[in-house]
Each structure stands twice: as C-alpha cells, then as structure tokens.
C-alpha cells in the first residue's frame, strides 16, 4: 500500500473515533419515551396556568434506575394515562448546566435545582401542587404499582385540600 492510502485510511480512523467521542460526549439523559416532559421553569409556569399538579423528573445519563424505571414503570400503559391526564411533566438531568428562570427571576442551572432541592442522586420524583408547594417526594426505582400508588395519593391530597411545604428552590 502507497503512503497516501496509509494516510486516507488513518484519516479516516481519526474521524471515526472524534465523531463517537463527540456522539458520547452530547448523550443527555432522557425522559421515557412516549410522554410529553417539558423544562422546568416552563412546567412551573403552565402547572400554575393551568391549575394542575406538577409532576417533576429527575434523572441522568447513565442512571440504570432511572432507566429502568422508565422501560418498566413508566412503559405501563395505565401509568401512562395517569400521568399524562392528571400532571404537567417535567423532566430535569441532573447533571445539565442548561439554564432555567426560576419564578422569582433567579438564573440556576438544572444541576443546581438538583442541589437546592436535595435530590442527592437520581431517580427522584417530586409531586408539587400548582403553585410549587412539595406534594410527594420519593426516591429510586418506582415500578408501575408504586407509580399508581403515588398517582392516588397525590389526588387524593388534591381533593382533600392537604397543604404541602413551600417549594423555594
């Protein structure tokens, strides 16, 4: 072989390895499939405008609980429903540097939301009514069952008109 060909093929070789370096390097850690999470600040704000409950994700790249949850929990097709009628979805990696507006104007990261919030690993799941007060918090793996059962709980608290705890990140 020439010493062009040499040097086509490592040329080659060298694009390969930077575009699977770059394709690992941008992997984000992502919500379950089939439901319709939104940022933060924006389910802040539409939970509020609309009245609903908030339902917030936090996960990351690589969180094998996390994904388990999402190809078991949240594959369930009744969770689904659940989810989807009853909350507005928000998703949050934990390990983003992507910024959000918090209500009062503040610029935070969403690693830093994690931080405020106590999140101290992933997955965790916080309820919040409406207006931001914590309903639920829970932590690690949640199957389908456990799913449902916190889906009830929180209605129920809607319902029966339970105060949750500020919510100030």
């Given at each position: 072989m020439d010493f062009a060909g040499t040097r086509l093929r490592r040329l080659f070789a060298a694009i390969f390895a930077l575009t699977a370096l770059a394709a690992s390097a941008t992997a984000l850690a992502e919500p379950p499939a089939g439901y319709n999470f939104i940022r933060y600040d924006e389910g802040l704000r539409k939970?509020?405008?609309?009245?609903?409950?908030?339902?917030?994700?936090?996960g990351r790249y690589g969180c094998g609980f996390c994904d388990k949850t999402n190809k078991v929990g949240f594959a369930d097709p009744a969770v689904k429903t659940a989810y989807t009628d009853h909350y507005v979805l928000v998703y949050v990696n934990s390990e983003s540097?992507?910024?959000?507006?918090?209500?009062?104007?503040e610029r935070i990261t969403e690693m830093q939301l994690g931080e405020r919030l106590n999140t101290l690993g992933t997955p965790v799941f916080f309820f919040l009514h409406p207006d931001g007060r914590q309903i639920h918090k829970a932590y690690g793996y949640q199957g389908p069952e456990k799913l449902l059962d916190m889906d009830r709980l929180v209605q129920n608290s809607q319902h029966a008109g339970i105060n949750g705890q500020p919510q100030q990140p």
């Open positions: 939970g509020q405008a609309e009245n609903r409950p908030i339902f917030v994700y936090f540097m992507d910024r959000l507006t918090l209500p009062s104007g």
